[in-house]
C-alpha cells in the first residue's frame, strides 16, 4: 500500500537543496555539497588544534648585544584611520605619534571568542573615528570610541557555528572587504554593515587582505594568489605556487609597492612579486633554502617595503630582498614575530621569544639585542610575545599572558610594564596618538 506524500515536505526539501544566501551571487551549491565542504572544514581544524608545532632550538634567537652606537630616529607622525592591516599597502609603520599609555579610556569586552583555535587574532581597524573588529564566530563590530556598538554583522548560517572563524578585513573606497578561513569574501558598508556582495570562493582564505586599483589581493590555503574586482568579488587573474601539506591558521603576508607591484609569502616559503595588472611573476624565490625540513610549519612576519628593498623574516631569519630583480640584498639568523619596523636607517623588531632588536637597514648587523621578558617575575618570563608598534620612540610589545612591556627605541633597554589581564593575541595598533590593544577574550582596550 502506497503512503501518501505530504507536499510540504517536498517543498522544505527543495527549499534545502536549493538554498542561496544570495540570489544573484550563489555563494550556495546546494545542501549536500555545503554540509560536506563544513565536516571537512571541522576535520582540518581539528588536525591543526591537536598539532604540536615544534621548531629546533638552533632556529630560537638568545643573544643579548649591548647597543655601544647612537640611534636616531624620525619624529613621530600621527595617523587618524587605521584602514587595512598593516596600516598602509606596504606595511610600513615607522615611529607613530602617540601621547601617552598611562591613561586607560576604554576597557569593553565585543563579541565572543570562545573557540581559541588560533593564537594569532586581527587586530582591529578605525575609520571615521569608529573601531571595526571581529570575534572567532564571524561577527564584525562597529563600535564607538566609548566601545558602545553601532551595528553588528554575520554572514554565516547556523550550520557553520561550530567552525572557527578568522577574519581579515580593509577598508578601500568607503567598503569593508573581508575575507576567512572558511572561502568567503563579501564587502559591507562601514555606516551600516549592510551586505553588498558576496561570493564563494571554495578555498579557505589564508593571507591578510590588501586592496589596490580596485583589486582584491588574497592568497587561499592552495596558495593560490589571486586579485578580484572590488566592484562584484569576481576573479580578474590567480597564479600558482607550491602547496603546503599542513594547513597553518597564521595569516600569510602580501604588500604592495606604490607602483603596484605585488609582494607575496606562501606557506611553502616562496617570495614572490606580481604584476597587480595581470598578474604575471617577475621573480619568485624560496625563503627557506634546500636544506629545510619544516616548511609545513612555516611562520613569517609581514613583508614590508621601503623604496627598492623588501624586508621579511621567516622562522629562520629575516632578509633584505631587491624589489627589483629579488637578489637577496642580506640575511641575518634572527627572525620577527610580527611586522619589523623600519625608521632612518635601522630596523626594529622583537622577536617570538622576547628578544627587542635593532638591526641595520643596509647591512643586516645586529646593533642591538636585549631579552625584555626578564623584566617580568619568575614563571611569568614563560609566555612568547604576539605583537610589538613603534609610539613616540618606544616599542610597545605585547605578550600572550596579557603584559605591555615599554621598551626603549634609542637604548634598547626596558622601561616598564603593565598587566593587561587577558591574553592578548593580536598586534597593538596607534590612531590619533592612543594605543589599542585587542585581547583572546574580545576585549578592546584603550590606552592615552
Known amino acids: 500500500m502506497n503512503k501518501k506524500k505530504n507536499p510540504i515536505f517536498f517543498l522544505v526539501l527543495i527549499l534545502l537543496v536549493n538554498c542561496s544566501f544570495d540570489t544573484k551571487t550563489g555563494i550556495w551549491s546546494g545542501a549536500e555539497g555545503e554540509m560536506k565542504r563544513i565536516i571537512e572544514l571541522e576535520k582540518e581544524q581539528l588536525k591543526n588544534k591537536n598539532i604540536k608545532k615544534i621548531y629546533s632550538s638552533k632556529n630560537i634567537y638568545y643573544i643579548e648585544k649591548a647597543l655601544t652606537g647612537k640611534i636616531t630616529l624620525s619624529q613621530p607622525k600621527k595617523n587618524l584611520s587605521w584602514e587595512m592591516p598593516g596600516l598602509n599597502n606596504q606595511n610600513f609603520l615607522g615611529n607613530i605619534y602617540l601621547s601617552s599609555v598611562d591613561n586607560k579610556f576604554l576597557k569593553k569586552k565585543i563579541g565572543k571568542n570562545k573557540l581559541s583555535l588560533s593564537k594569532i587574532t586581527t587586530p582591529p581597524l578605525i575609520y571615521k573615528n569608529n573601531i571595526f573588529l571581529s570575534d572567532d564566530k564571524g561577527t564584525i563590530f562597529s563600535v564607538d570610541e566609548y566601545g558602545d556598538i553601532i551595528w553588528k554583522k554575520n554572514i554565516y548560517k547556523k550550520i557553520y557555528k561550530?567552525?572557527?572563524?578568522?577574519?581579515?578585513?580593509?577598508?578601500?573606497?568607503?567598503?569593508?572587504?573581508?575575507?576567512?578561513?572558511?572561502?568567503?569574501?563579501?564587502?559591507?558598508?562601514?555606516?551600516?554593515?549592510?551586505?553588498?556582495?558576496?561570493?564563494?570562493?571554495?578555498?579557505?582564505?589564508?593571507?591578510?587582505?590588501?586592496?589596490?586599483?580596485?583589486?582584491?589581493?588574497?592568497?587561499?590555503?592552495?596558495?593560490?594568489?589571486?586579485?578580484?574586482?572590488?566592484?562584484?568579488?569576481?576573479?580578474?587573474?590567480?597564479?600558482?605556487?607550491?602547496?603546503?601539506?599542513?594547513?597553518?591558521?597564521?595569516?600569510?603576508?602580501?604588500?604592495?609597492?606604490?607602483?603596484?607591484?605585488?609582494?607575496?609569502?606562501?606557506?611553502?616559503?616562496?617570495?614572490?612579486?606580481?604584476?597587480?595588472i595581470n598578474g604575471n611573476v617577475d621573480w619568485s624565490l624560496n625563503t627557506l633554502g634546500i636544506s629545510s625540513t619544516t616548511t609545513d610549519f612555516f611562520k613569517s612576519s609581514d613583508i614590508v617595503i621601503i623604496n627598492e628593498s623588501v624586508v621579511f623574516s621567516n622562522h629562520q631569519a629575516i632578509f633584505s630582498y631587491n624589489l627589483s630583480n629579488g637578489y637577496m640584498n642580506w640575511r641575518t639568523k634572527v627572525s620577527s614575530i610580527a611586522t619589523p619596523i623600519v625608521d632612518g636607517k635601522n630596523i626594529f623588531f622583537v622577536t617570538e621569544y622576547g628578544y627587542f632588536v635593532i638591526i641595520s637597514l643596509d647591512t643586516g648587523e645586529i646593533i642591538s639585542s636585549t631579552n625584555i621578558l626578564t623584566i617580568l617575575k619568575g614563571n611569568k618570563q614563560s609566555t612568547k610575545i604576539t605583537g610589538f608598534i613603534m609610539g613616540s620612540g618606544k616599542i610597545y610589545s605585547v605578550t600572550q599572558n596579557g603584559y605591555l612591556i615599554v621598551s626603549s627605541s634609542t637604548s634598547g633597554k626596558v622601561e616598564n610594564y603593565k598587566k593587561i589581564g587577558s591574553p592578548i593575541t593580536s598586534a597593538p595598533i596607534i590612531n590619533n596618538g592612543k594605543l589599542f590593544i585587542y585581547t583572546e577574550k574580545s576585549r578592546i582596550l584603550g590606552f592615552n
Open 162 to 276: 561550530k567552525i572557527y572563524k578568522n577574519l581579515t578585513f580593509a577598508i578601500y573606497e568607503d567598503n569593508i572587504y573581508v575575507a576567512d578561513n572558511v572561502g568567503f569574501i563579501y564587502a559591507i558598508a562601514p555606516d551600516s554593515g549592510k551586505l553588498i556582495w558576496i561570493k564563494n570562493h571554495g578555498v579557505p582564505l589564508k593571507s591578510k587582505i590588501k586592496v589596490f586599483d580596485n583589486k582584491i589581493f588574497l592568497i587561499n590555503q592552495d596558495n593560490r594568489l589571486i586579485a578580484l574586482s572590488t566592484k562584484n568579488g569576481s576573479i580578474i587573474w590567480d597564479i600558482r605556487s607550491a602547496s603546503s601539506f599542513i594547513k597553518s591558521q597564521n595569516f600569510l603576508s602580501l604588500a604592495l609597492s606604490k607602483q603596484g607591484d605585488v609582494i607575496a609569502s606562501t606557506s611553502s616559503g616562496d617570495l614572490l612579486k606580481v604584476n597587480s
